[in-house]
Nanobody, 124 residues
Framework: GVKLEESGGRSVQTGGSLRLSCATS????????MGWSREVPPFAREPIAA???????SYADSVKGRFTISQDNAKNTLYLQMNSLKPEATAMYYC??????????????????WGQGTQVTVSS
């Protein structure tokens, strides 16, 4: 398996900011495609961002311009900075990882390793 431990989720007001963290392993941060997805039952899990080993990032249209994915290789940690939050961002957020080629198809799914999730609630 791949160690993926999310943290940082909490309740915030509309317009606020939040940074999620995902603690992982040195192997994962240096060798795997990594990303973030979110889920609101009963809907399917929605991929929202991905980052390649070389740092290139990409985003779903729903979060582009407001969310930023990044990684700190020295700390073996993946981040998701979320700005200008709206109530529709309320969801369980999951850190994800998989082999490098998944970064070419991540919007269609493909991540096979998941953390336990961290809840974000945005109130109006």
């Amino acid at each position: 398996g791949v160690k993926l431990e999310e943290s940082g989720g909490r309740s915030v007001q509309t317009g606020g900011s939040l940074r999620l963290s995902c603690a992982t392993s040195q192997h994962a941060i240096n060798n795997l495609c990594m990303g973030w997805s979110r889920e609101v039952p009963p809907f399917a899990r929605e991929p929202i961002a991905a980052i390649e080993v070389d740092g290139r990032d990409s985003y779903a249209d729903s979060v582009k311009g407001r969310f930023t994915i990044s990684q700190d290789n020295a700390k073996n940690t993946l981040y998701l900075q979320m700005n200008s939050l709206k109530p529709e961002a309320t969801a369980m957020y999951y850190c994800a990882a998989d082999r490098r080629w998944v970064c070419g198809v991540w919007l269609s799914g493909g991540f096979g390793y998941w953390g336990q999730g961290t809840q974000v609630t945005v109130s109006s």
